[in-house]
């Protein structure tokens, strides 16, 4: 982006906002007067750099005095969810979640249906610098999130990153309520007399191998939440609106974390109740399998017997016939109504 003459032009991957004593003055402003606004009284500026490329980098590192750790990891693939305090500013990686609920079927039945999009913030004392290695994360949302909440923009830049904090949790509880719903479906097929073992167990890990790597972003926001909190109060900012705002946040990041370890344990609980199942359904077959054979036993039992070549009441007349097929049908359908009544057929 660059400016000339008081006329704002746009540079693709990056945006700017200005505020002066909590109004709204401009936005897209260039980059070369990001400085000097830091610098005014009453000033609280915004920056987001998207797919940025070494030269911006380098630029507000430079102009900033940006620790070159952070810098580093801002744009570094694989980063946890962090809060670290540096000299001259905060820097703060968080992931919001999504889950895909039609995912490729090119990429198999196993693979995870969670995306997470992660985004960088650079929290300097009157303004917040954002990094995005890509344009997945809504940064739309958190800016809609600012304006709703406008009138706490006056109270610095604790709002902005509570802002941008806030739509990050609420992406988590998306995220954990659809799991949740998924389990619940999970649980229900379990008893189904139609259900397929096979497909119940490809679930039912695919949801587990999701709460693994979504409980690897959702945990650490309690440790953030906490550092943001802790560099506030070091720093001296004594905002009671603020305050009770991140209290709020902090209970949601609580409720997540919480639900996201009850949703483990419910799909542990269906796996084993799944295992369960499968041994009484085995045994069940096995039940059937013995009630028939002993069904089937009688008739050749009687046949064989009759079959010898010996004289008995009817041989070698159809009287013996009729005799043998009555005790056939007697004596199976005894043991079928025996076994029925028991429940093993």
């Not at 229900?188 to 497909?199: I, K, N, V």
């Not at 949703?263 to 609980?269: A, E, G, N, P, S």
Request: proline share 3%; net charge negative.
């Amino acid at each position: 982006m660059r400016q000339t003459a008081g006329v704002e032009t746009h540079e693709p991957g990056i945006r700017t906002r200005l505020w002066q004593h909590g109004e709204l003055k401009s936005e897209h402003f260039a980059l070369d007067e990001l400085s000097e606004h830091l610098q005014t009284e009453g000033s609280l500026v915004w920056v987001d750099l998207c797919e940025p490329d070494q030269q911006h980098l380098r630029q507000l590192a430079a102009e900033l005095d940006l620790d070159q750790h952070a810098v580093e990891d801002a744009v570094t693939r694989g980063e946890r969810p962090k809060a670290t305090r540096h000299a001259s500013h905060t820097f703060i990686t968080a992931y919001a979640t999504q889950l895909d609920e039609d995912p490729d079927p090119s990429r198999g039945p196993l693979h995870s249906r969670l995306a997470l999009t992660r985004v960088s913030a650079f929290v300097l004392p009157q303004g917040i610098i954002t990094v995005r290695l890509d344009d997945h994360f809504d940064i739309d949302a958190v800016v809609q999130r600012w304006d709703d909440n406008a009138d706490l923009i006056q109270h610095g830049v604790g709002a902005l990153v509570h802002g941008l904090l806030d739509v990050v949790v609420d992406s988590h509880f998306e995220t954990v309520e659809q799991m949740d719903e998924l389990i619940e479906s999970l649980e229900d097929g379990l008893f189904e007399e139609s259900a397929r073992t096979r497909t119940v167990q490809r679930n039912t890990y695919r949801v587990r191998k999701e709460l693994v790597e979504l409980r690897r972003v959702v945990l650490p926001m309690r440790e953030v939440v906490n550092a943001v909190l802790r560099h506030r109060t070091e720093a001296g900012h004594d905002n009671g609106p603020l305050d009770g705002w991140y209290a709020d946040l902090y209970d949601h990041v609580l409720r997540v974390t919480e639900w996201t370890e009850s949703l483990r344990d419910m799909v542990t609980t269906v796996f084993e109740t799944n295992l369960s199942l499968q041994d009484a359904r085995l045994n069940t077959v096995m039940k059937k399998l013995t009630g028939w054979a002993a069904i089937i036993a009688v008739p050749t039992a009687v046949t064989g017997w009759f079959g010898q070549n010996v004289a008995y009441p009817g041989f070698g007349k159809q009287s013996g016939l009729v005799a043998s097929t009555i005790v056939i049908v007697a004596l199976a359908s005894t043991l079928y109504l025996l076994f029925r009544r028991r429940g093993w057929i």
